[in-house]
């Protein structure tokens, strides 16, 4: 099951509690509901959340039960709670709330208020942990982490009813901040171009629409691009125009306001503001103490050397998945201009680092590994746009916690030393080899944990300057060494591997942090000290599995191959034809902007688009002459019988198509579905372009040859008559005159 974020919902009444359960779990939230504070007690055993939503007066009630919650699982970061309020409680500042970390409810709940206040909440706790890395960094290296000079922070209050004006205002005089009053957009867009506000409080239903304006404005520009914006409605759901928003305001007060609202969001609001000062101000501070790239602003490996074990703890303390992955451009070509690029279409709590000559890594906090795919397509795309060709982009991601951390995973951390193997991990032990190689080769401390963890192919090996270690084998190898000896035993271990695709995870110790390690070429993985003995065993499983998959499916593209050797032997004529059009079909792809997944389609779908016709009688495939009716129909079974014969393959998913409908045409005439237009699929009209350009200039049974010139110009007429998309043709044959 995909990863969401769990709110723990705790209230008396059932009513209430089947109402807030449904509504989050229609947008996307696991959710425990529960009628007593005792009871999420006795549930933290199996499940840790994310958020709590709960009624303030059963809280104050059995306050022992909600204190003893709280201290359970403050470990990590504050956990945010929405206090449940009647509008009549919310009179005074509610007993429970911490300040800037609480926020309120009031009943009954509505919708908008409901899901925009909760992710408004879960992003708080993304902002401190991002606020507690950096000082945590700092202040390891003696180094005095940003803070405010001692000036109030200012709110800005833009209303245009005069007494709803000084209600608000009166509320805003029991925090300590500073008040700026507009009472139209024009008045507040002059106090913020004078005083950047750290929290704008907009009525939005102006006449003339201006306060939407006011509030795109506010979201554009540099200066108040964090400052957070609350919109004063009267009814929140029927506020239609705020919907369509891109920049949408990050919370509401509904009116009449009520003082228990306004202070509890206002305080959160404005401590928000705070926290991304400090990370705008630790930045700063970063870059001056050269812990970031000059040109870019971007940290370096140092920093990623810290923030790394930091969240893997943190993710697991706090049952939250994470993401990282390692970008490579070969080619080294503008690399910090893409960066730079890159890092503007990141999302604000993402981290990215510069972590080698080529290398951006990148940090995606609280991303299970479906949203990672997304995020790390669109890092792609960008580096493609940039005009750097997909080839030369080598992506390594390590996601970690695919489905976060699993029930019985935390009850296994709960227990020290005792970590609970999953049965497949269990069968995998007997057939698996793991090497670890080591200086001396004296770390039976990490042997014998493997093997006591069911991994019975367990060797060390003692890589010694004075002895050749000689070839070895292995599934996986264990490096583990001080963060200084790693280059130097690289060096020794790397010529005795059979194969430099092997996978091998390095596993620093003593107190190597912030040391040069370098992050190693080919399949090999830095596994920072001080990580826990969980993570270690994760990361094995995981990397044994990667490198059976890898051996796996090599030997079915061999097979593949094969096949396609099969086919084309029979018949002198068509030799190549499938690797031709492949190497085409790909470069042509590539061409038109495909995504690198697409570009492995036409891989494939290019090899073997006409496979299925190793299921049709010799005599029909190599029949001088027209074919008979009956016999054409018959040749017209290929594309089909390839798509079947395929379809259990996982990784031709994507090629399927390619295979089906390599036979379409443009004007809905091909077959064998007759599609017209875009409909057939983008990439099954670049293979047939390019299929029916290199069949072309094959002898045929029934005809000779083409010249490429007799070719080109065929094949550009059928696309003016409407059989093949034209802005492809005209791409296939500039790249060849290229
Ligand atoms: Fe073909
Ligand atoms: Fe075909």
Redesign the pocket.
């Known amino acids: 099951m995909a990863w969401k974020p769990l709110v723990f919902v705790i209230t008396p009444f059932n009513q209430e509690r089947s109402n807030l359960r449904a509504q989050l779990l229609g947008a996307d939230y696991n959710v425990t509901a529960v009628s007593e504070p005792v009871d999420a007690v006795s549930r933290l055993s199996t499940e840790i959340p994310h958020l709590i939503i709960a009624d303030h007066d059963q809280g104050l009630k059995e306050k022992d039960a909600f204190v003893e919650l709280m201290a359970k699982l403050d470990g990590a970061a504050p956990l945010p709670i929405l206090f449940l309020l009647e509008r009549k409680e919310g009179e005074w500042l509610p007993t429970l709330v911490r300040e800037g970390l609480d926020d309120t409810l009031m009943r009954p709940v509505q919708s908008l208020e409901l899901l925009s206040r909760t992710s408004s909440l879960l992003r708080n706790r993304q902002l401190l942990g991002q606020v507690r890395i950096q000082e945590d960094f700092l202040s390891c290296r003696n180094i005095a982490t940003f803070s405010r000079e001692e000036t109030l922070p200012t709110v800005l209050l833009v209303e245009d009813d005069p007494r709803e004006m000084g209600n608000i205002a009166f509320l805003l005089g029991q925090i300590p901040c500073r008040t700026l009053k507009a009472r139209t957009p024009a008045e507040a867009l002059w106090h913020i171009r004078r005083i950047p506000p750290h929290l704008a409080i907009v009525d939005l239903l102006f006449p003339d629409l201006d306060g939407l304006e006011l509030a795109r404005y506010l979201k554009k520009q540099g200066e108040t691009r964090h400052t957070p914006l609350l919109m004063l409605t009267a009814v929140p759901e029927l506020d239609n125009r705020v919907q369509g928003m891109d920049s949408g305001p990050d919370d509401y007060l509904v009116k009449p306001v009520n003082s228990a609202e306004v202070l509890t969001r206002v305080r959160r609001l404005l401590a928000r503001h705070q926290n991304h000062e400090k990370i705008l101000g630790n930045n700063l501070i970063l870059a001056d103490q050269g812990f970031t790239d000059p040109s870019t602003g971007i940290p370096k490996d140092e920093f990623f050397r810290f923030v790394y074990p930091q969240m893997v703890n943190w993710s697991q303390k706090a049952h939250l998945p994470f993401t990282v992955a390692r970008m490579r451009i070969s080619s080294g070509k503008d690399f910090l201009r893409v960066a730079a690029q890159i890092r503007s279409i990141l999302r604000d709590f993402d981290l990215d680092f510069i972590t080698g000559e080529n290398d951006l890594s990148f940090i995606l906090p609280e991303t299970p590994s479906e949203k990672a795919k997304i995020a790390l397509s669109r890092i792609l795309a960008k580096a493609e746009d940039m005009g750097i060709p997909p080839w030369e982009i080598r992506l390594v991601t390590v996601s970690i916690g695919e489905d976060g951390w699993e029930t019985d995973r935390i009850q296994a951390s709960l227990k020290p030393g005792h970590h609970r193997m999953e049965s497949g991990e269990m069968e995998d032990g007997p057939g698996r080899k793991i090497l670890v190689a080591s200086r001396w080769g004296a770390e039976g401390d990490l042997a014998d944990l493997l093997r006591s963890n069911g991994y019975s192919g367990v060797e060390t090996v003692r890589l010694d300057a004075r002895e050749s270690t000689g070839k070895v084998q292995a599934d996986l190898v264990i490096l583990q060494g001080k963060a200084d000896e790693v280059p130097g035993l690289l060096d020794r271990l790397l010529p005795s591997l059979p194969d430099p695709n092997l996978p091998i995870l390095i596993r620093c110790t003593g107190n190597g942090d912030g040391e040069h390690v370098p992050l190693v070429p080919g399949s090999a993985e830095f596994i920072p000290s001080g990580v826990p003995i969980d993570y270690l065993l994760k990361r094995v499983s995981q990397s044994l599995d990667l490198a059976s998959l890898r051996s796996g499916s090599e030997e079915v593209l061999q097979f593949l191959k094969n096949l396609v050797r099969f086919l084309e032997e029979g018949d002198p004529d068509i030799q190549g034809h499938g690797q031709q059009v492949s190497n085409w079909a790909v470069a042509l792809g590539a061409r038109l902007g495909r995504q690198k997944e697409e570009l492995d389609a036409l891989r494939w779908g290019g090899l073997l688009?006409?496979v299925g016709?190793i299921f049709l009688p010799q005599r029909i495939l190599l029949r001088e002459g027209m074919l008979s009716a009956e016999e054409f129909m018959i040749v017209k079974s290929?594309?089909k019988l390839g798509h079947d014969l395929f379809r259990p393959f996982s990784i031709l998913k994507k090629a399927l198509p390619i295979i089906k409908h390599?036979?379409e045409r443009m004007d809905g005439k091909g077959y064998p579905e007759g599609l017209r237009g875009e409909k057939v699929p983008i990439l099954a009209r670049i293979v047939s372009v390019v299929?029916v350009y290199d069949t072309l200039l094959r002898r045929r049974p029934f005809r000779s040859a083409f010249s490429p010139e007799e070719a080109a110009k065929t094949l550009r007429d059928e696309a003016r008559r409407g059989l093949w998309d034209p802005k492809i043709v005209e791409a296939f044959f500039e790249m060849i005159e290229e």
């Open positions: 688009h006409d016709k290929h594309s390599h036979h299929e």
